[in-house]
């Protein structure tokens, strides 16, 4: 396994998901809960798609996407940000940052491998 995705992601059903979507498209998966280990990680990997549970209350998501937009060193990683569908104003804002996929928690769940497999084609 040669790509790599990270996701800033700490409830457990969404973890699970995403590694059993991974699994299924033979990359590897590195999983973060605050924002400062994630930019350790990328400072030591590039991945090919980052996943953001933009309801996180450890962070500020919108924020944070459009740090990482704003750096030439992570401003070409695809950024799929995801939430709670009551939060429209978080979802909004994360897609004004710079999201490159903005969806609600329910969508993404129902998407997730065809998510991967879009971007895993993009990056080969």
Do not use: W
Not at 6 to 27: G, P, T
Not at 35 to 63: H, N, R, V, W, Y
């Amino acid at each position: 396994m040669d790509y790599l995705i990270f996701a800033l992601v700490n409830e457990i059903i969404f973890q699970e998901m995403i590694v059993k979507a991974s699994q299924e498209a033979n990359v590897e998966c590195l999983f973060a809960v605050e924002e400062d280990t994630l930019l350790i990680s990328l400072q030591e990997e590039t991945p090919f798609l980052l996943f953001i549970d933009i309801g996180l209350s450890s962070l500020d998501g919108p924020s944070l996407i459009q740090k990482l937009k704003q750096n030439p060193a992570t401003r070409s990683i695809p950024i799929v940000a995801f939430g709670n569908s009551l939060r429209s104003d978080l979802l909004q804002d994360a897609k004004e940052m710079g999201a490159d996929l903005v969806l609600p928690k329910s969508a993404f769940r129902e998407q997730l491998p065809k998510i991967i497999r879009h971007y895993d084609k993009q990056h080969k």
